[in-house]
C-alpha cells in the first residue's frame, strides 16, 4: 500500500520515536522547533496526516523543515549542522533545552541556509559532497563544539556556484549512487575518496564533460543499496524507475552511463527513492 500524497509529495524524512519524546524540527533558516510527539495525532498509512505548519508556532512561509531528529537532551551526543556554504556548527545536544516552540539553533552567514542536521553520537569520518561533483572526507574530531547560535567552521572550500548537496557520516556504508542533470548515473565505493583534513577544496568524484554530454552538475547523491529504486524526473514530467543494481560501478575517473535519455532541455530535475512499493 501507498500513502496519501499530495501534488507529487512524497515521503523525506522518517524517524523512529516513542509517544514521551520530543521530536525536534531543524529548518534552513537554522531554527528548531520542539514538539512533542504526543502532540501529534495517530494516522493510519493510508489517511494525509498532520500538516508540520499546524504543528510548529511561528513557521515562515518560505521556511522550510530539512530534518527532525528525537534526542534526549541529556544526551552525551552533538548536534551537527551542514551549511550549502560548506560551514559546520557542532554543538551538544543541551543547548537546545527547549520546552516548546522555536528557538534559534544556527548562526548563519548572509545568503547562506541549513542543508543538513545531523545526531552525532561519536567521533567519526563526515562525508560532504557539492552539486559540482566535489567531495571531502574528513575526520569530525576537527570540528570544535560551540555554542547554539555559533556560525561554525569551514569544511569544504568551494567553487563559485557550488554548494552541498549530499552530507552523511560514513559509518560502515560501502558505496555510493550518483546521478546527473544529463541522466548519467553510478555507484562509487567510498574507498575512491581520499581522506583528507578538513576546510579542503576536495576531490572530483565523477568526470563531468566540458561539453556537458554526460552532464554538467550532480542532482542526486545517496548510499548505495542494491534492492532500491529509483523515480528519475525529467524536466518535461518523465518519470522512469532505475534499480541500483542496474547502476554500474565506477572509480571517480569514470564519467558513469545514461540510464535515462536527456535531450536538448528534458534534463533530469529531481531522484526519489522509492520508500513505499506497492
Known amino acids: ?148 547560535t555559533a556560525a561554525g567552521v569551514k569544511g569544504i572550500v568551494l567553487e563559485a556556484k557550488d554548494e552541498v548537496i549530499f552530507a552523511d557520516v560514513i559509518d560502515q556504508k560501502a558505496e555510493l549512487v550518483l546521478f546527473t542533470d544529463r541522466g548519467y548515473a553510478k555507484r562509487l565505493p567510498i574507498e575512491e575518496i581520499e581522506p583528507q583534513k578538513r576546510n579542503g577544496k576536495g576531490q572530483h568524484i565523477i568526470a563531468l564533460q566540458k561539453d556537458g554530454s554526460n552532464g554538467e552538475a550532480l542532482v542526486y547523491i545517496d548510499w548505495a543499496n542494491l534492492q532500491d529504486v529509483y523515480d528519475v524526473v525529467q524536466f518535461h514530467g518523465t518519470h522512469t524507475a532505475i534499480e541500483a543494481i542496474q547502476i554500474p560501478k565506477e572509480t571517480k575517473q569514470g564519467k558513469g552511463s545514461p540510464v535515462v535519455l536527456s535531450l536538448f532541455d528534458d534534463v533530469v530535475t529531481e531522484v526519489h527513492l522509492s520508500f513505499l512499493q506497492s
Open 1 to 148: 500500500s501507498k500513502a496519501v500524497q499530495e501534488g507529487g509529495d512524497d515521503t523525506k524524512i522518517r524517524v523512529r520515536c516513542m509517544t514521551d519524546e520530543k521530536l525536534r524540527f531543524f529548518t534552513d533558516e537554522g531554527n528548531v522547533y520542539s514538539v512533542m510527539v504526543e502532540d501529534i495525532a495517530e494516522c493510519k498509512l493510508k489517511d494525509r496526516g498532520t500538516h508540520a505548519a499546524s504543528l510548529l508556532q511561528g513557521l515562515g512561509k518560505e521556511e522550510k523543515i530539512v530534518t527532525m531528529l528525537a534526542f534526549n537532551e541529556q544526551s552525551e551526543a552533538d548536534i551537527l549542522f551542514i551549511s550549502k556554504q560548506g560551514m559546520l556548527k557542532r554543538s551538544a545536544c543541551a543547548e537546545y533545552k527547549t520546552s516548546r516552540g522555536k528557538l534559534a539553533a544556527c548562526g548563519l552567514k548572509k545568503g547562506d541556509s541549513v542543508f543538513s542536521v545531523l545526531l552525532l553520537k561519536q567521533d567519526g569520518e563526515l562525508l560532504l559532497i557539492t552539486q559540482n561533483a566535489n567531495a571531502i572526507r574528513f575526520f569530525t574530531d576537527s570540528i570544535p563544539k560551540q555554542g547554539r
